[in-house]
C-alpha cells in the first residue's frame, strides 16, 4: 500500500468539511482552494512513522497533492529525516525545502517545518542574515511566516538578533496571520529576555499593528500590559 493509500484509507468526510472550515479555504481566504481527507495530526504523525524512509521524489509527489493531509504528512516525514540526518543530508534537505515553499501553503505547515528545517539549520551555519530578511520580504505570504518562525530556534538559543530584525522588517505588514506571528515570537523571545523584548516594544509599540502588540504582551503583568495598551 503506498502512502497515498494509507492515507486515503483514513479518509473522515465529517472532519473533512471541520478542517476546511477551520483553515479557511473559501473564496478570498488565506486557505482557499485546499482539498482535506479529513485526518487528525496525531494519525498523521503515525503514518509519517510507517513511511519515514521514503525519497525525496517520493516527498515531492506528495507536496505536489491538493490533498492537505499529503503534504502535511510530507513535511512531518521531512521534519524527522532532518533531525536524524547528518550534516551532507541536512544540506540536501534544507534545499529541498526551500525549493518548496509553494507547497509549503497553510500556517500548521511553516508551523510545524521552519523552525525545525530552516531555523535549525541557519543557526547551525550563521547564514541568517541574508536567507530570513529575504524570505521575510517575500511577496509570499507564507515565505514571510517561515522568516518568523525560523527565528523560533535562535530564541530557544538566547540569540534575540534575528526575531528582533524580522519583526522590524515585518511591522507594517498587512496580513493577520503576519501580525499574528511575529507577536508569538516576541512573546517566547520575552520568556527569555524580557529587557530585549520591552526595549523592542519600547521603540514600536505605537507604530505596530494591534493584534501583534496583544499577541506579544500576551503574558506580561497586568501592568505592564496595560501600559502598552493604554499609552
Same mark, same amino acid.
Given at each position: 500500500m503506498s502512502i497515498q493509500e494509507r492515507l486515503q484509507s483514513l479518509a473522515d468526510?465529517?472532519?473533512?468539511?471541520? &478542517? /476546511? +472550515?477551520?483553515?479557511?479555504t473559501g473564496p478570498g481566504q488565506y486557505g482557499e482552494g485546499d482539498r482535506f481527507l479529513g485526518i487528525k495530526?496525531?494519525?498523521?504523525r503515525q503514518v509519517a512513522k510507517e513511511?519515514?524512509?521514503?525519497?525525496?521524489?517520493?516527498?515531492?509527489t506528495l507536496l505536489a497533492s491538493p490533498l492537505h493531509e499529503?503534504?502535511?504528512?510530507a513535511l512531518m516525514i521531512l521534519v524527522e529525516q532532518y533531525k536524524?540526518?547528518?550534516?551532507?543530508?541536512?544540506?540536501?534537505?534544507?534545499?529541498?525545502? &526551500? /525549493? +518548496?515553499?509553494?507547497a509549503i501553503n497553510n500556517w500548521d505547515f511553516v508551523d510545524l517545518t521552519a523552525p525545525n528545517i530552516v531555523g535549525q539549520h541557519l543557526l547551525n551555519d550563521g547564514k541568517w542574515k541574508v536567507v530570513l530578511p529575504t524570505l521575510a520580504k517575500s511577496a509570499n505570504l507564507w515565505e514571510r511566516r517561515i522568516a518568523v518562525l525560523a527565528?523560533?530556534?535562535?530564541?530557544?538559543?538566547?540569540?534575540?538578533?534575528?526575531?528582533?530584525?524580522?519583526?522590524?522588517?515585518?511591522?507594517?505588514?498587512?496580513?493577520? &496571520?503576519? +501580525?499574528?506571528?511575529?507577536?508569538?515570537?516576541?512573546?517566547?523571545?520575552?520568556?527569555?529576555n524580557m529587557?530585549?523584548?520591552?526595549?523592542?516594544?519600547?521603540?514600536?509599540?505605537q507604530t505596530m499593528p494591534r493584534t501583534m502588540?496583544?499577541?506579544?504582551?500576551?503574558?506580561?503583568?497586568?501592568?505592564?500590559?496595560?501600559?502598552?495598551?493604554?499609552?
Open positions: 468526510p465529517v472532519q473533512a468539511v471541520n &478542517l /476546511a +472550515h477551520f483553515f479557511k495530526v496525531p494519525t498523521q513511511f519515514k524512509n521514503l525519497s525525496l521524489g517520493e516527498l515531492e499529503c503534504r502535511l504528512t536524524k540526518a547528518d550534516a551532507t543530508v541536512r544540506q540536501t534537505l534544507y534545499n529541498f525545502y &526551500l /525549493a +518548496h515553499t509553494h527565528t523560533y530556534s535562535f530564541i530557544r538559543a538566547d540569540q534575540s538578533e534575528p526575531i528582533l530584525t524580522i519583526a522590524a522588517l515585518l511591522l507594517l505588514d498587512k496580513h493577520d &496571520l503576519i +501580525h499574528k506571528a511575529v507577536g508569538w515570537m516576541l512573546r517566547e523571545l520575552g520568556k527569555r529587557a530585549a523584548e520591552t526595549a523592542f516594544l519600547d521603540q514600536h509599540f502588540l496583544r499577541y506579544a504582551i500576551e503574558k506580561f503583568p497586568e501592568p505592564l500590559r496595560q501600559h502598552y495598551l493604554n499609552k
